[in-house]
């Protein structure tokens, strides 16, 4: 068995030109700054999903704003991708908004509460911290 499949190294290519394509080519005022995060092909190259991510604000009506810029320059995209790559058919491209940044961010931030809130109800277990070995620390005579 191969080691990377030829929609794997498609998919990368995608993503890769993608990028350099949205950030230079598409002039629509109306889109913000967007990443994109992933790409996957179908097995038979026929579709590429392409997963994007917004920077600043991620609210549902902005997103969906940039969704509809993105589905209207597919084409034209899917034709910088054809002039660009070397491919017997070029993708049909769908785009998709990625939450999993926005997710992960929540759930970052719930971690760092739940944090502070442990160590503000429990303050006193700071002093006798356990060492990363797991033993507590012991003063030189071993105490």
């Given at each position: 068995?191969?080691?990377?499949?030829r929609?794997?190294?498609?998919?990368d290519?995608?993503?890769?030109?993608?990028?350099?394509?949205?950030?230079?080519?598409?002039?629509?005022?109306?889109?913000?700054?967007?990443?994109?995060?992933?790409?996957?092909?179908?097995?038979?190259?026929?579709?590429?999903?392409?997963?994007?991510?917004?920077?600043?604000?991620?609210?549902?009506?902005?997103?969906?704003?940039?969704?509809?810029?993105?589905k209207?320059?597919?084409?034209?995209?899917?034709?910088?991708?054809?002039?660009?790559i070397k491919?017997?058919?070029v993708?049909?491209?769908?785009?998709?908004?990625?939450?999993?940044?926005?997710?992960?961010?929540?759930?970052?931030?719930?971690?760092?509460?739940?944090?502070?809130s442990?160590?503000?109800?429990?303050?006193?277990?700071?002093?006798?911290?356990?060492?990363?070995?797991?033993?507590?620390?012991?003063?030189?005579d071993?105490?």
């Amino acid at each position: 068995m191969r080691e990377f499949k030829r929609t794997d190294r498609v998919a990368d290519q995608l993503q890769q030109e993608l990028a350099v394509l949205i950030q230079r080519e598409v002039k629509d005022p109306r889109l913000g700054m967007v990443t994109v995060s992933g790409v996957t092909v179908s097995r038979d190259l026929g579709y590429a999903d392409v997963y994007v991510t917004l920077l600043g604000e991620n609210d549902a009506e902005r997103v969906k704003d940039n969704l509809k810029v993105l589905k209207r320059a597919a084409g034209f995209l899917r034709s910088q991708i054809a002039r660009r790559i070397k491919l017997r058919h070029v993708p049909e491209l769908r785009f998709h908004y990625d939450e999993s940044v926005v997710r992960g961010q929540k759930l970052s931030s719930l971690i760092e509460e739940a944090v502070a809130s442990d160590r503000a109800q429990h303050p006193d277990d700071d002093s006798d911290a356990a060492e990363p070995d797991g033993e507590a620390r012991r003063d030189e005579d071993g105490r």
